[in-house]
Every structure is written in C-alpha cells, then in structure tokens.
C-alpha cells in the first residue's frame, strides 16, 4: 500500500484543517492506519490511529479536537483537525499500521498554526 498525505496548510490558532491519505492498491480495507507528526528537533508521535473495524486511538494532547476516520470505498483516511493550536504546527504522516506504524514513510503534509 502506497500512502499519499495531503490537505495541511497555514491556518490561524483555533481553525480548522482536514488531512486526507489516500491509499492504492486493493488491500486498503485490511489495513489499519495511522496519522504522525513530527516537529523540529522533536521524535516523531502518533496523532490518531484508526484500526480494520473502525477502532480508534488519540495522543492526549489532541482528544476532543481531532478525529480521524476512514473511507474504504474511497481508500482515504482522513484527520479533521479543530481548534488548532500553535503546538499542533507539524510534518503530519501517514502509515499503515494501528498499533504501531508499518511500511515507509511518504513526504508528508505541512500544517503550520500561527498565533
């Protein structure tokens, strides 16, 4: 599966983005995934992760304000992102794999908050 992000952007503390990953080949739908994000000098960390049967799982830092979910008609997975704020300024990954990531890493999406 090859995984493409996109869908980040520079928007003002407290907006709103949604992310999209769109998957090929005809496996998607028997793969969880997995949003990440890494920021300058910092590791990379899961954001949200979404399992085969819809399962879901949160960083504690962003509960209440992201969601992510899954399309497998479309084979896109999505992360609708509210009440953004400055810290959330990030590289935003997508991967396969629900309880840990699985395959490469693609180039990511920018998602910048300013305040």
């Known amino acids: 599966v090859q995984l493409q992000a996109s869908g980040g952007g520079l928007v003002q503390a407290g907006g709103s983005l949604r992310l999209s990953c769109v998957a090929s080949?005809?496996?998607?739908?028997?793969?969880?995934f997995g949003w990440y994000r890494q920021s300058p000098g910092k590791q990379r960390e899961l954001v949200a992760a979404?399992?085969?049967?819809?399962?879901?799982n949160y960083a504690d830092s962003v509960k209440g304000r992201f969601t992510i979910s899954r399309d497998n008609r479309e084979k896109t997975v999505y992360l609708q992102m509210n009440s953004l704020k400055p810290e959330d300024t990030a590289v935003y990954y997508c991967?396969?794999?629900?309880?840990?990531?699985?395959?490469?890493w693609g180039p990511g999406t920018q998602v910048t908050v300013s305040s």
């Open positions: 979404i399992s085969v049967v819809g399962n879901t």
């Open positions: 080949g005809n496996t998607f739908r028997f793969n969880g």
């Open positions: 991967t396969r794999g629900y309880d840990r990531p699985l395959g490469s």
